[in-house]
């Protein structure tokens, strides 16, 4: 009885495997790319989204660093469905973003202790700390120059109106009625 089992795994085996080149080689033949294959076969590929559904990843539109913080996190396409403040860090200006150096940039994020606090102890910036931005195939430095509060009431009044500028925004951890605003300016630009 026990050689009988052996046999029966030692076939299943086989045809799974069999099986499974077959899919592979299915889809080179149809002309699907190697990265096709690899998302098809890896289902890490995906994300979890609200709800428990299943979204495809898509790519982002630029990546957000602060080394103070320990903190890079990509941010996506104002137009994209995951630019939300309850699973990313928001991209909320401009709408369309094409050129760094002639844009002033607003991104969001939630502080606090959850998963998706991403701007936890963002208070901890100080002025003239760097914060850099990629974004197709440039980095961006940017330097803090200005760092306050506001009310807490859903709007961000835009206190200097240029471009070359990056707005930080989250709600404080000090004060829960109170919102937090990192001011930073473009100080250079490079390839990486």
């Known amino acids: 009885m026990k050689i009988i ?14 099986g499974l080149e077959n899919v592979v080689t299915n889809l080179y033949e ?3 790319s190697h990265k096709a294959v690899a998302s098809y076969l890896i289902p890490e590929k995906q ?31 104002s137009t994209s469905s ?4 309850d699973q990313n860090v928001t991209l909320l200006e401009p709408k369309t973003l094409d050129n760094i150096k002639e844009s002033l940039i607003v ?6 202790n959850s998963q998706i606090s991403y701007f936890h102890n963002l208070d ?5 700390d760097k914060v850099y931005l990629y974004f197709q195939d440039f ?13 807490k009431d859903g709007t961000l009044e835009i206190t200097k109106n240029e471009n070359g500028l990056l707005y930080l925004t989250t709600c404080s951890e000090k004060d829960k009625t109170k919102q ?3 001011i930073s300016k473009l100080v250079s630009e490079s390839t990486y």
Request: charged share 25%.
């Open 5 to 18: 089992n052996k046999i029966v795994v030692i076939l299943i085996i086989f045809l799974l495997l069999f």
């Open 30 to 32: 149809n002309g699907i």
């Open 47 to 77: 994300e979890r989204v609200k709800y428990g559904t299943l979204k495809t990843k898509e790519e982002y539109k630029g990546i957000l660093e602060i080394p103070r913080l320990n903190l890079k996190k990509g941010f996506y396409d």
């Open 82 to 85: 995951l630019n939300n403040v």
């Open 107 to 112: 991104l969001a994020a939630h502080s606090g």
């Open 124 to 128: 901890l910036l100080n002025i003239q």
């Open 139 to 151: 980095k961006y430095t940017y330097k803090v120059i200005e760092k306050y509060e506001i009310e």
């Open 180 to 182: 937090l605003v990192i």
